[in-house]
């Protein structure tokens, strides 16, 4: 049997301090409340961790609904349904014949994550994308062209972009896509012996509704879960007495995006692939139509172009009118 001791002192000298913490955050004269920890199950995630997972995608779910529609000038809802907790490969036996799968990794040396969307919804959309003026019927194989996975890989970006946005602990890694497969053959990544959190989705775009799923390594969520709670442990909390001023008080210190646009139009690729430098492309808008100020993906307010000091502005004319 090994000399060394199963319990350092280091770790011992860390279990009397937490018992430190947790009786301090009791009231005077209250029990505390001791819970049975089984270290056989260290990745298990504890209920608060799960609380926070959902909330966190369905922050992303209604974020999406909103980004995607104005990226994809289309009315695209996106739903959050909830969440699982399967080996990998028992989610792969669950995956559609020919599903469209994006390969990213939540942090450097972990193992990889996938977004997963059936072909019954990825087509519809890059139908939208490319600017057909109706959907066409799924047909039972396709083959992604380079355009057309070229275009998806963007939306995937665009998709984990927005998570980071949502998720301040996965923005200091600035996901990205590091493959698009179609097949499950193709499918080379480290995590498929491990147990994964799957979380689902469904999007819908017009009449045409399929399921999305979010397929994130345990071993990885644990790690942002923990910088999560840190960031939140490190941030000041606001004190009751400051907490009883009005909401806008505290409000009025965020920052919210704001777009100024002008027109939105429909081209045909082959119009769009032709383009070069000098060709004029036809807004089909009046020059004096006012532009319309976006609030955090909102429509609110009409103002007109001008130019501030060497800049270029926008003069509000009032709120956008409702018609």
């Known amino acids: 049997?090994?000399?060394?001791?199963?319990?350092?002192?280091?770790?011992?000298?860390?279990?009397?301090?937490?018992?430190?913490?947790a009786q301090a955050q009791v009231g005077m004269g209250e029990p505390a409340e001791?819970?049975?920890?089984?270290?056989?199950?260290?990745?298990?995630?504890?209920?608060?961790?799960?609380h926070e997972?959902?909330?966190?995608?369905?922050?992303?779910?209604?974020?999406?609904?909103?980004?995607?529609?104005?990226?994809?000038?289309?009315?695209?809802?996106?739903?959050?349904?909830?969440?699982?907790?399967?080996?990998?490969?028992?989610?792969?036996?669950?995956?559609?014949?020919?599903?469209?799968?994006?390969?990213?990794?939540?942090?450097?040396h972990s193992p990889a994550a996938v977004w997963q969307m059936d072909p019954a919804i990825v087509l519809?959309?890059?139908?939208t994308m490319l600017g057909a003026s109706a959907l066409s019927p799924t047909p039972p194989s396709h083959q992604l062209t380079p355009i057309e996975s070229a275009l998806l890989t963007r939306l995937f970006d665009e998709?984990?972009?927005?998570?980071?946005?949502?998720?301040?602990?996965?923005?200091?890694?600035?996901?990205?896509v590091d493959a698009l497969v179609t097949t499950l053959a193709s499918l080379d990544i480290s995590s498929q012996a491990q147990n994964i959190i799957h979380a689902t989705f469904r999007l819908a775009l017009g009449e045409?509704?399929?399921?999305?799923?979010?397929?994130?390594?345990?071993?990885?969520?644990?790690?942002?879960?923990?910088?999560?709670?840190d960031a939140d442990a490190d941030t000041p909390q606001p004190s009751a007495l400051s907490l009883r001023g009005p909401v806008s008080h505290h409000a009025v210190k965020s920052v919210l995006p704001v777009v100024a646009e002008?027109?939105?139009?429909?081209?045909?690729?082959?119009?769009?692939?032709?383009?070069?430098?000098?060709?004029?492309?036809?807004l089909q808008t009046h020059p004096a139509q006012p532009l319309t100020i976006s609030i955090a993906g909102t429509p609110k307010l009409?103002?007109?172009?001008?130019?501030?000091?060497?800049?270029?502005?926008a003069r509000i004319i009032g709120p956008l009118s409702v018609s």
């Open 1 to 21: 049997m090994s000399d060394e001791p199963l319990i350092t002192q280091e770790e011992l000298d860390a279990l009397a301090g937490s018992m430190n913490i």
């Open 34 to 50: 001791v819970a049975l920890y089984d270290f056989r199950d260290a990745t298990k995630f504890s209920p608060d961790q799960l």
């Open 53 to 108: 997972l959902r909330d966190r995608c369905a922050v992303l779910a209604n974020v999406l609904s909103r980004t995607l529609s104005a990226y994809l000038n289309a009315p695209l809802s996106v739903v959050f349904e909830g969440l699982d907790h399967p080996s990998f490969d028992q989610y792969l036996r669950g995956l559609p014949p020919n599903p469209i799968i994006a390969i990213f990794t939540l942090a450097p």
């Open 124 to 127: 519809p959309l890059l139908d």
């Open 159 to 176: 998709i984990l972009h927005t998570w980071t946005l949502t998720w301040p602990a996965l923005a200091q890694f600035n996901p990205s």
């Open 208 to 229: 045409v509704s399929a399921p999305a799923n979010l397929a994130l390594p345990q071993s990885s969520l644990q790690r942002l879960l923990r910088r999560s709670s």
């Open 262 to 282: 002008l027109t939105r139009l429909r081209l045909p690729l082959r119009y769009l692939s032709n383009l070069k430098p000098g060709d004029l492309i036809p």
């Open 302 to 313: 009409q103002a007109e172009p001008g130019r501030y000091m060497a800049h270029l502005a």
